[in-house]
């Protein structure tokens, strides 16, 4: 009789206010969890009432991982970068930056970039020290409000001489700025980013994915949840942290300093090793066992 194969369910969060960030990790943790030999259901809760299943994995901003209305679970690890203070067998605070004891009664803490649950082809990367023939701007899934498309307008003004391309996701503002190229990216972003030498980026799991490829990064914390893997990751010389008014202006320094390009791309990838869903399922794995 064949042994039947053990089973870890992912929840999370997706759809307008909550964006496209929390499956994307979701879909790079069950990615290695499969290649393990392991089932993975993965749920959205948007439609679920009550995840159950004897080892779940929440990644949600809506609701809290050790509640027992909504979690019913042998082993529930949760995904989150909030610092709540979760009551849980494990805890995987993946920002860069993040801090393990302010998770103080989850029974084990992974934290900070070796745990960023991110997973991005192989492509072939255009080089971050040659030319600007393009810039990549792209503030999540769910920016109903055209942050992005503002962002994009002032790099468009920074750097005239490039392509500035936006991505519009799916529950985000519709329309590209004049001279700006719309980019619908349903299956990802890994080529976008790698055909960007300069990628101005929101906090979040594309910056990650950014960094991952090695590319010249400015992060903008959209949301008091970015700010830590913004600052963290600046502090690292990874990226270059921006704010909406200061845009213009760094993005037009950078464009002019291959070096400052080079380094920044050399460090990105020091800082992010791409590991983290690897880590992550090992010690998934041990709660398991």
């Given at each position: 009789m064949s042994r039947p194969r053990r089973t870890v369910t992912l929840a999370f969060d997706e759809g307008p206010g909550a964006g496209l960030g929390h499956r994307r990790r979701m879909e790079a943790l069950a990615s290695e969890l499969r290649a393990r030999g392991l089932r993975v259901p993965m749920v959205s809760l948007g439609a679920s009432a009550m995840v159950a299943g004897r080892v779940v994995v929440i990644d949600s901003y809506r609701i809290r991982a050790d509640a027992n209305g909504r979690v019913n679970a042998g082993v529930v690890v949760a995904i989150d970068d909030l610092g709540r203070d979760l009551e849980v067998d494990l805890v995987v605070d993946p920002s860069p930056g993040a801090d393990a004891t302010v998770h103080l009664r989850a029974a084990r803490v992974l934290a900070g970039a070796p745990y960023a649950l991110?997973?991005?082809?192989?492509?072939?990367?255009?080089?971050?020290?040659?030319?600007?023939?393009?810039?990549?701007?792209?503030?999540?899934?769910?920016?109903a409000e055209g942050v992005g498309a503002r962002l994009a307008a002032a790099v468009s003004a920074a750097v005239p001489s490039s392509e500035v391309r936006l991505v519009i996701g799916p529950w985000g503002w519709a329309e590209a700025p004049d001279g700006v190229s719309a980019v619908h990216a349903r299956d990802g972003l890994a080529s976008e980013l790698a055909a960007a030498p300069i990628v101005v980026t929101a906090g979040g799991v594309t910056m990650l994915e950014a960094c991952v490829l090695g590319r010249a990064t400015i992060g903008v914390a959209l949301a008091a949840n970015q700010?830590?893997?913004?600052?963290?990751?600046?502090?690292?010389?990874?990226?270059?942290?921006?704010?909406?008014?200061?845009?213009?202006?760094?993005?037009?320094?950078?464009?002019?300093?291959?070096a400052q390009r080079s380094a920044l791309g050399a460090q990105a990838r020091d800082a992010l090793d791409g590991k983290g869903p690897v880590r992550v399922a090992d010690a998934i794995e041990e709660l398991i066992r």
């Amino acid at each position: 009789m064949s042994r039947p194969r053990r089973t870890v369910t992912l929840a999370f969060d997706e759809g307008p206010g909550a964006g496209l960030g929390h499956r994307r990790r979701m879909e790079a943790l069950a990615s290695e969890l499969r290649a393990r030999g392991l089932r993975v259901p993965m749920v959205s809760l948007g439609a679920s009432a009550m995840v159950a299943g004897r080892v779940v994995v929440i990644d949600s901003y809506r609701i809290r991982a050790d509640a027992n209305g909504r979690v019913n679970a042998g082993v529930v690890v949760a995904i989150d970068d909030l610092g709540r203070d979760l009551e849980v067998d494990l805890v995987v605070d993946p920002s860069p930056g993040a801090d393990a004891t302010v998770h103080l009664r989850a029974a084990r803490v992974l934290a900070g970039a070796p745990y960023a649950l991110v997973c991005v082809p192989s492509v072939q990367t255009a080089a971050v020290d040659g030319p600007i023939g393009r810039v990549l701007v792209t503030t999540g899934a769910a920016d109903a409000e055209g942050v992005g498309a503002r962002l994009a307008a002032a790099v468009s003004a920074a750097v005239p001489s490039s392509e500035v391309r936006l991505v519009i996701g799916p529950w985000g503002w519709a329309e590209a700025p004049d001279g700006v190229s719309a980019v619908h990216a349903r299956d990802g972003l890994a080529s976008e980013l790698a055909a960007a030498p300069i990628v101005v980026t929101a906090g979040g799991v594309t910056m990650l994915e950014a960094c991952v490829l090695g590319r010249a990064t400015i992060g903008v914390a959209l949301a008091a949840n970015q700010r830590q893997a913004v600052d963290g990751l600046a502090a690292a010389g990874a990226i270059v942290a921006a704010t909406p008014e200061s845009l213009g202006a760094i993005v037009q320094t950078l464009a002019a300093d291959p070096a400052q390009r080079s380094a920044l791309g050399a460090q990105a990838r020091d800082a992010l090793d791409g590991k983290g869903p690897v880590r992550v399922a090992d010690a998934i794995e041990e709660l398991i066992r």
